[in-house]
Structures are given as C-alpha cells and as structure tokens.
C-alpha cells in the first residue's frame, strides 16, 4: 500500500527496544518536526486555500502526536532528550537539485512529506507488531494510521499541483532513490536511521 521499494529489516525493532528511550525522544521531535513542514507550508504557498486549511489541521495533530510521544516518555521516568540529527532525512533531501518555479518547489516539499509519512508508518507498524512492550505496540499501532493518512495526502497535493505524469515519475524515483538510502540504514534506535 505505501509503495516503498525495500521494506524495514524487522531486526530493527531489536535495536529499538535495547533503547526505548532513545526512540522515543527522536520519535518527538519526529513529530515536532512533521508540524513544522506543515506549518513552512502555509507559510511559503498562503494562496493554496484547501493545503493551508489541511496544514493547520496536521500541524494541530502533530503537536498532539508530540505531546503523546512526550507523556510516554515521562510516564517512564525519563525527559526529552535533546534533538538528533536525522541521517535519513537529510539525504533524502538531496534527491531534488534546488531551484525551479515555485510550484517545482512545493511538489518537491510535498512528495518528500508524503515518503518520510509513509515511510514512518512502515516503522510504525512494525513497533506495533513486533515490540514486546504491549503498551507501546497499541501507542505506535494507533499512531500508523494517522500516518497513512498523512501519506495519501501530501501525495494528492502533489498531483494536485503538479502535472500528475511528472509527479507520478518524480514519486517512483524517489522511492527508488529511498530504498537505496534504506541500504544503509536500519542500525540505530531511531525512527528513520
């Protein structure tokens, strides 16, 4: 259903729960971060009157996802840690050259929200199936449907802005490009490294 090319090695999920709190505390600013693309996104296309409406609802939600991720994190004794650095998302970054219209530029921004959302679900979905914790496999398996959601929209902005076969061709090769990404990944206690 999401499309990625390779899926997530299920020993990640092994890595994972050797540091739970190290997982949690990126899953936060994960979250703090996906409100932050939503809200770059009113803030650099105002004129898109149905995104804008749709963003200030995802930001809402994803600070609420934040404030959720942070109660588990207490709840457990511990405090949010400080910020990592997202290797994954940073080389996704590169896969577009910078420049273009401005519409070439939200596409970009659209389809890169809509694979690190889908992207996100996978792991979701594998915390939710494979953690031994059972409190937390029902935390992440409600937190993967949100995220599918978010997925299938950023992906329908895209083609609604773009022209559909460009951006269709655009979606497989970065997927392709991710997958060669996710090669080198899948070793750390974080939610995309």
């Known amino acids: ?30 979250e703090q971060k996906a409100a932050s693309t939503a809200i770059s996104l009113i803030i650099g296309f105002p004129e898109k009157s149905e995104l804008v409406k749709e ?5 809402r939600e994803e600070m609420g996802h934040f404030n959720m991720v942070h109660e588990k994190i207490l709840e457990r004794g511990w405090t949010l840690g400080r910020e990592r650095k997202d290797e994954y998302v940073l080389e996704l970054m590169k896969f577009f050259p910078k420049g273009g219209s401005r519409t070439t530029h939200l596409v970009h921004k659209l389809l890169y ?15 939710s199936e494979e953690m031994s914790d059972p409190d937390l496999c029902e935390f992440y398996r409600k937190l993967m ?17 773009g022209n559909r076969e460009e951006v ?24 995309h490294g």
């Open 113 to 127: 929200a809509a694979l690190i959302e889908a992207r996100s679900c996978e792991r979701f979905r594998l915390l």
């Open 145 to 161: 449907v949100s995220e599918a959601n978010h997925y299938t929209m950023f992906l329908q902005f895209a083609r609604k802005y």
């Open 55 to 59: 963003m200030v609802a995802l930001s």
């Open 168 to 191: 269709d061709k655009k979606w497989q090769d970065l997927l392709n490009y991710e997958a060669e990404i996710m090669k080198k990944l899948g070793k750390k206690e974080t939610m």
């Open 1 to 30: 259903m999401l499309g990625l090319k390779l899926p997530t090695d299920p020993r990640w999920v092994n890595i994972v729960e050797k540091n739970v709190e190290e997982i949690l505390t990126d899953h936060a600013y994960c």
